[in-house]
């Protein structure tokens, strides 16, 4: 099983910008579709953006629609998401997952990920 760790993580003010990676160990990931998620204080973790094996195809919550980017290098076994224009709403733990692309859908459902990273806090203020 691939082991994943998350970095980038900080305190920013609204309409800042950060850019979280994910690096992978254990296993390439070249075979898997990547997802971001976040939970924040008191919710339910929720689905962020996903990225395909290969790179070709994204997929996105609509709340980061057009201000977050998720990308991959299979060369660097990482996977990343770049946050601009945050918002405090966009406090939370980011966590990345993997999702092996066989057998699995596009974009992946939450149950086909069974890689979690530790996650990395991203808190964003007024």
């Known amino acids: 099983q691939v082991q994943l760790v998350e970095s980038g993580g900080d305190l920013v003010q609204a309409g800042g910008s950060l850019r979280l990676s994910c690096a992978a160990s254990?296993?390439?990931?070249?075979?898997?579709?990547m997802g971001w998620f976040r939970q924040a204080p008191g919710k339910e973790r929720e689905f962020v953006a996903a990225?395909?094996?290969?790179?070709?195809?994204?997929y996105y919550t609509d709340s980061v629609k057009g201000r977050f980017t998720i990308s991959r290098d299979n060369a660097k076994n990482t996977v990343y998401l770049q946050m601009n224009s945050l918002k405090p709403e966009d406090t939370a733990v980011y966590y990345c997952?993997?999702?092996?692309?066989?057998?699995?859908?596009?974009?992946?459902?939450?149950?086909?990920?069974?890689?979690w990273g530790q996650g990395t806090q991203v808190t964003v203020s007024s």
């Open positions: 997952a993997a999702a092996s692309r066989y057998g699995a859908s596009w974009p992946p459902r939450d149950h086909d990920y069974n890689s």
């Open positions: 990225i395909s094996w290969g790179g070709g195809r994204t």
């Open positions: 254990g296993r390439a990931i070249s075979s898997a579709h």
